[in-house]
């Protein structure tokens, strides 16, 4: 009789041995030092979560020989992604013995037959047929681009695709100049006198247009613009959207749509009684279910006007262009304001797109689908407009989007792509310095292996629409390209583990696309980072991310801002940071204290949060930024200290420099506080001065700081 912890030793390496051949850590470095195993429930969990079943040995050994003999059931893979300039060989699989003969489409209508290699493979018994390996070149000389590569058998026709990516994006904007700068804002914190309670895409259009004209910026980064959901309450976080190809319409400006000129006298004074309304909204909060409420009304109104025939021509090539994608995206969209935004509690018959019953409720319900894909074209017209201001203002660069790093359960996407989608997981972050118990962000991530199969086609059409109006794009963790952090439902966010994806595939796509439209990428590179991943997205052109706080080695001692990298946006803060005001006089660590999510005591951290400032003043008085007085914190001039920290960070060897907003006005309140739901309104605190009074768009000008940080950066001024 086998004694049974033989068996238990058997199935626990047939776990791990499945687990690796996923891409599933089995272990790894915490960023602490600690070498960690991952606990097999952790790995049963995410296998699962990627289609393997590992209830029993037999059933995990039968997962590993259907993973490995996969590519040997078709005749071409669904992809092959290749870097310019690389041959590659391509293997094809038919019935032992057969002929085969395999060509590429090229996009611009080439055709080209590829030429057989002399390499042997043994075959291999396949569902109980014999099956071959021929090997093809695929030559080094294909021109960038998605081309189709057929395979011709005695049994037929089969396809797949091969995309050649950029060895290097040629970061055409950084040719132009060896150093540039730019503002970078959560939009809906900065109102102007005729938004409508929040920030919108005239106000982003005016503060890049006045920033280049008036202070030489040459981009503005923009919080992420994506969909959120249509039924209240509405997810406040940028960083937590429904769809992240959608743009959300709150962010509209209602008098600037084309049609709102042919509306009656009665139907503006109800659009003007319905905005007056939102200016009597309190300061203190950015309400947004009652900012939708508002505009969704006014909208309607709107929509009721018919469309010109060339704004009709305009509207239907929208549509056509975006294809299947926008459809799933507004149909959702009417299903939700139908039944709910959780999608997983509508009828069974509507719980996946493809389902008939979809198709026949969206033919029921075409007025209100088109009403969405109305929506969007309006959102796509306001932000090209956007672009195309910043660029005839004198931007090299324009409008950089952010794209965040994963979806809701819940939302759009979660729905339309649910086969791309792992389930029973979340993406999240393990534990660090400043979360010690790892971070859940309650977002599903791609399954790297559905994920091929599709072709990378969801990922390529989410990068194509979200670059179709910019000049750059921020990649918001941008680790996740390469691995992220799986955590089981269920299971504390320290109890997840790595999963491998694909990265020379998604990496050389992003590169594919942005080089399409000519635009450049910043990586969010923080964290747990291995040195060889931030060399990749250097080699492919990518720039990385310096944020000023956190540039100390490992013994705590601040980095030498000579030695700081050169392609980087650096910023001295980010959203997810308090202002530099907040920072330098301690609110952030009074604030998390007040709630309550302040690892140690107050007096302790505080005299920690001084020592931090106290070196970064000494640094500035050695660099004759500040007087040595100043170099006493008891006595800084927090204004003169702001604006002595962004002359520091023109002082690295950063390409581009970033400028937070509040910094130009002494805002000390945080957008985000990290650790907290409900006991801080994250994402919804708009601009003000040090007093906490309203901050204005067209206050910006008047502000002393603004001038000052802008020179800081821009010597020129």
């Known amino acids: 009789m086998t004694p049974i912890d033989a068996v238990d030793a058997r199935y626990s390496s047939a776990l791990h041995e499945l687990a690796r051949a996923m891409g599933i850590a089995t272990e790894y470095w915490s960023q602490s030092g600690e070498h960690v195993q991952v606990a097999e429930r952790t790995l049963r969990a995410v296998i699962t979560a990627m289609g393997g079943d590992p209830s029993t040995t037999e059933s995990v050994d039968q997962s590993l020989r ?24 391509l293997p094809v699989h038919v019935d032992h013995g057969a002929s085969v003969r395999v060509a590429v489409e090229c996009e611009d209508g080439r055709s080209l037959e590829l030429a057989q290699l002399e390499h042997w493979v043994a075959p291999r018994e396949v569902d109980g047929r014999l099956v071959g390996e021929a090997s093809f070149c695929v030559p080094a000389d294909l021109p960038l681009g998605w081309h189709v590569l057929i395979a011709s058998t005695p049994e037929g026709i089969s396809r797949g695709t091969v995309v050649v990516t950029p060895r290097r994006l040629p970061a055409r904007a950084l040719a132009v100049k060896e150093r540039m700068w730019g503002l970078m804002v959560q939009l809906y914190a900065l ?16 503060l890049a247009t ?59 004074k109800a659009i003007g009684d319905l905005l007056t309304e939102l200016h009597a909204l309190p300061d203190d909060r950015i309400d947004r279910d009652a900012i939708w409420a508002a505009k969704a009304e006014a909208l309607r109104v709107i929509a009721d006007i018919e469309l ?41 018959e509507y719980r996946h797109p493809a389902n008939e019953a979809v198709s026949e409720w969206r033919m029921r319900h075409a007025d209100e689908v088109r009403w969405h894909l109305w929506l969007q074209w309006l959102m796509d017209e306001q932000l090209a407009q956007a672009q195309s201001s910043a660029l005839r203002a004198g931007m090299t660069i324009g409008i950089v989007h952010d794209l965040a790093v994963g979806v809701a359960y819940d939302g759009a996407d979660a729905w339309a792509l649910q086969d791309v989608l792992a389930t029973g997981v ?64 269920g299971e504390p966010a320290d109890q997840g583990t790595y999963v491998s994806f694909d990265h020379e595939a998604l990496v050389g796509i992003l590169a594919l696309e942005v080089d399409r439209v000519e635009a450049l990428v910043v990586g969010e ?134 400028v937070s907003v509040p910094d130009l006005v002494g805002d000390v309140r945080t957008q985000n506080q990290p650790g907290t739901h409900q006991e801080y309104p994250n994402w919804q605190v708009p601009i003000a001065d040090v007093s906490g009074n309203r901050v204005w768009l067209e206050d910006l000008a008047r502000f002393p700081l603004t001038r000052a940080v802008a020179a800081a950066v821009n010597p020129s001024l």
């Not at 259907?66 to 060989?89: K, M, N, Q, S, Y």
């Not at 006198?193 to 259009?205: E, L, P, Y």
């Not at 009709?312 to 935004?341: K, M, N, R």
């Not at 994920?451 to 979200?466: H, I, K, N, Q, S």
Request: hydrophobic share 40%; net charge negative; glycine share 8%.
């Open 308 to 348: 010109s025939v060339g704004r009709q021509a305009s509207f239907d090539a929208f549509v056509a262009h975006l294809g299947p994608g926008l459809i799933d995206f507004a149909t959702w969209s009417a299903l939700a304001c139908e039944y709910g935004a959780r999608w997983t509690l509508w009828p069974a």
């Open 66 to 89: 259907e993973r490995e003999i996969r590519a040997w059931r078709r005749v071409l893979p669904p992809t092959l992604v290749i870097t310019e300039g690389d041959e590659h060989r």
């Open 525 to 658: 590179d923080l964290g747990t980072v291995e040195p060889w991943v931030q060399q990749v997205l250097a080699d492919r052109g990518l720039l990385g991310t310096s944020i000023m706080w956190f540039e100390r080695d490992e013994h705590g001692d601040i980095i030498d801002p000579n030695q700081w990298r050169r392609d980087v946006l650096a910023s001295v803060t980010v959203h997810d940071l308090p202002p530099t005001a907040g920072y330098l006089r301690g609110e952030h660590v009074r604030l998390r204290h007040e709630l309550g999510v302040l690892k140690g005591d107050l007096v302790t951290e505080l005299d920690r949060a001084e020592k931090e400032r106290a070196d970064w003043l000494t640094l500035l008085a050695e660099r004759d930024l500040i007087g040595r007085d100043e170099a006493d914190t008891d006595h800084a001039d927090i204004d003169e200290i702001v604006i002595a920290l962004h002359r520091l960070i023109a002082q690295t060897p950063a390409r581009l420099i970033g």
């Open 191 to 206: 109102r102007s006198q005729h938004s409508w309670g929040m920030g919108d895409t005239v106000d982003a259009r005016d």
């Open 210 to 268: 006045w920033s280049s004209v008036s202070l030489g910026a040459d981009f503005l980064l923009l919080n992420p613009m994506h969909a959120s959901t249509f039924v209240p309450p509405m997810e406040p976080s940028p960083y937590l959207p429904s769809s992240r190809r959608f743009m959300n319409p709150i962010y509209l400006r209602i008098e600037t749509i084309n049609e709102f000129a042919y509306l009656t006298a009665k139907a503006r």
């Open 426 to 489: 979340s993406v999240g972050a393990p534990p660090d310095m400043y979360n010690q118990l790892g971070q859940n962000w309650a977002q599903p991530p791609w399954r790297p292996d559905a994920l091929a199969e599709a072709g990378f086609v969801p990922y390529r059409d989410m990068l194509r629409t979200v670059l179709r109006n910019a000049g750059g794009i921020r990649i918001d963790h941008v680790l996740g390209l390469f691995r992220m952090w799986w955590v089981p439902e």
